[in-house]
């Protein structure tokens, strides 16, 4: 037995023996924590050809010694059919010289958003509101409950790495990740990251954790004119209020919180004492801030593409290398490495790092000083030794458990934001009419008809208006623009609720305009990932009504782009302020 195979040795010397016998190309791979996708069978993904977006897993693994993965799920995967991809992946990896074993990651996975950039829907795992939600709920003995039902569902389907949480502010009304965020709020973000922190990783990493990898430092929400950093007309973060020091607030908790790795964004500072480049390629935010001044030392891992430019969905999505656009591969890897960052997301290119050594310009002793950290959490983790591998037949008993499906549930019922209610609750067995709400779901609470003339009430749902314009693509995964709807699209509601008592529901994944609909509707009301039936427990008053706006709802484009991009709530007038919310009990 070596010594790094040794688990009654400490970590450190486990580390510094493995090392020890890496070679340059060993380590590089480390550096580098890509995509890889799951189909649904749970077996291995081997495409004909090696590379492109998903390339053969068997190519990634034994020919690139990749050993850090975030996985993909395009079609609806079984939390078994992953505790079994999982286990097959590491038997893969278990053959290479030095049998390193694989950390495998993920974007959110326990809402209703579906976005292959940011986040998956729940389907086998429990659902719970989108992050938004939570913040609705400014509850973070919620928020810690939820983060450890997260923490014992991936530990059953062998993911050790959460690509989240965001703590990001939400000050800027049009963008799109909103929905991914804990509110707008310092103070509150800050408390709630924190026992998201803690419900993942526990008081200290270990065997039984799952990493929280905390993004998008130094806080991605002031984004210009609400453009999203994914791409290039969404390059700029920008600070006209001078809150720089705001957006770092929940950074510092998670900290506190002893978060293990961090990503930087993809967006660049514009106007600040900072270098404007990406922040994946900063010196003076990784090196000099995150590490230098915060002592961060743990694992910093790229947001993803900041290196290649590749093709999505049939749409060109050049690397996110703002502001070092003129480099070429070799060079942005090269300028990552000396900002401070340990890996690239979205990459498989160690042969770059590997020529970067061969030409001094990188040195070895530097590549070592990352590997190091990227070591110390598999160590810490505990998979070269009993977590390598999971039961597969087992997690079907942990996943989606009753237990977590109804905590979930209570929790998107706190989650709900009642705006307006002259009509509500209502009463149960009345006759509804029902626009795009499950009939099935409804009939258990009310009468379902087809025809308006026939109903007491109409219940509607309806998303936040945004600019469909951009719908090529990855482009369409991406709600930004407009937040109000125009005659056209709010015409039908309009209609409806002059005709009868009408309830409307916004899933307001984003700070949606509501002024056509305020004092105009019998019931207006916000939600952030609630399904039908929880939404309906609370306009029946079967589940108390008690979420708060987790940002205010601006009552016009207008004060939207007047506002400054990097204040919470920075509108003049808001419709419903920060905070509003009409709540009862349960009957």
């Known amino acids: 037995m070596n010594p790094y195979e040794n688990a009654a040795l400490p970590i450190e010397e486990r580390v510094t023996d493995l090392l020890s016998r890496m070679t340059v190309a060993e380590k590089a791979a480390l550096m580098f924590h890509t995509m890889v996708a799951v189909d649904p069978d749970g077996t291995l993904h081997e495409p004909d050809t090696a590379g492109g977006m998903f390339p053969s897993t068997n190519w990634l693994v034994r020919d690139k010694l990749i050993t850090h993965v975030n996985i993909l799920t395009m079609a ?12 097959r992946i590491q038997e893969l990896a278990a053959g290479n010289r030095l049998g390193i074993p694989m950390t495998i990651s993920t974007d959110p996975r326990h809402g209703t958003v579906d976005n292959p950039a940011t986040s998956a829907a729940a389907g086998g795992f429990s659902a719970w509101p989108e992050p938004i939600g939570l913040g609705a709920t400014k509850d973070p003995d919620l928020v810690r409950e939820f983060a450890d039902t997260v923490r014992q ?11 989240h949480p965001m703590a990001d502010l939400a000050t800027e009304p049009r963008w799109a990740r909103t929905s991914g965020t804990l509110g707008s709020d310092p103070a509150l973000v800050a408390e709630l990251v924190a026992a998201y922190v803690k419900g993942l990783q526990g008081d200290r990493l270990g065997p039984d954790s799952v990493v929280a990898m905390v993004k ?3 806080g991605a929400g002031p984004q210009k004119d609400g453009e999203d950093a994914h791409f290039p007309y969404g390059r700029e973060q920008v600070y006209p209020g001078g809150r720089w020091d705001d957006h770092l607030k929940p950074f510092e908790a998670a900290f506190a919180a002893g978060v293990a790795q961090v990503m930087p964004y993809y967006g660049m500072p514009v106007g600040t004492q900072h270098e404007e480049v990406g922040f994946g390629f900063n010196q003076g935010i990784i090196q000099g801030l995150l590490r230098g001044h915060y002592g961060f030392d743990g694992v910093v891992c790229t947001d993803w593409g900041l290196v290649t430019d590749a093709e999505i969905m049939g749409s060109p999505m050049p690397a996110r290398a703002w502001g070092v656009e003129n480099l070429d ?20 290119a160690p042969e770059l790092v590997v020529e970067l050594v061969e030409r001094g310009r990188v040195t070895e002793a530097r590549i070592d000083e990352s590997a190091r950290r990227i070591l110390r959490d598999k160590f810490r983790l505990g998979l070269f030794d009993d977590r390598r591998y999971v039961d597969a037949a087992a997690a079907r008993h942990t996943i989606g458990t009753p237990a977590f499906l109804t905590a979930g549930l209570e929790a998107q019922h706190r989650s709900v934001v009642v705006l307006e209610a002259p009509a509500l609750p209502l009463t149960e067995g009345i006759t509804v009419y029902l626009d795009g709400l499950d009939p099935v779901v409804a009939g258990r609470y009310a009468k ?4 308006p003339a026939e109903a007491d009430v109409a219940i509607v749902r309806r998303a ?3 600019d469909n314009s951009r719908s090529a693509g ?31 529901d916004v899933m307001l994944d984003r700070p949606a305009v509501l002024t056509r609909l305020a004092g105009t509707v019998a019931g207006l009301v916000g939600t952030f990932g609630a399904s039908d039936e929880a939404l309906l427990d609370v306009l029946f008053g079967r589940a108390a009504a008690s979420g708060t706006l987790p940002f205010e709802l601006p009552s016009s484009m207008a004060e939207v782009e007047a506002s400054r991009e990097d204040v919470p709530n920075d509108t003049d007038h808001p419709l419903y302020p920060y905070g509003h919310g009409l709540t009862w009990p349960a009957r």
């Open 464 to 466: 936040t208006a945004y």
């Open 76 to 87: 609806p995967v079984p939390p078994v059919k992953i505790a079994e991809w999982h286990n």
């Open 153 to 163: 569902e991936y530990l059953a389907a062998g993911i050790r790495v959460a690509l």
């Open 329 to 348: 591969r070799l060079a942005r890897v090269q300028r990552i490495i000396d900002a401070g960052a340990d890996q690239l997301g979205g990459e498989y």
């Open 474 to 504: 990855f482009e369409a995964f991406f709600h930004a623009g407009r937040l109000d709807w125009t005659a056209e699209e709010i015409a039908p509601v309009l209609d409806l609720a002059g005709r009868l008592p009408t309830v409307v």
């Open 448 to 451: 379902v008809v087809t025809d």
């Open 216 to 218: 998008h430092f130094p």
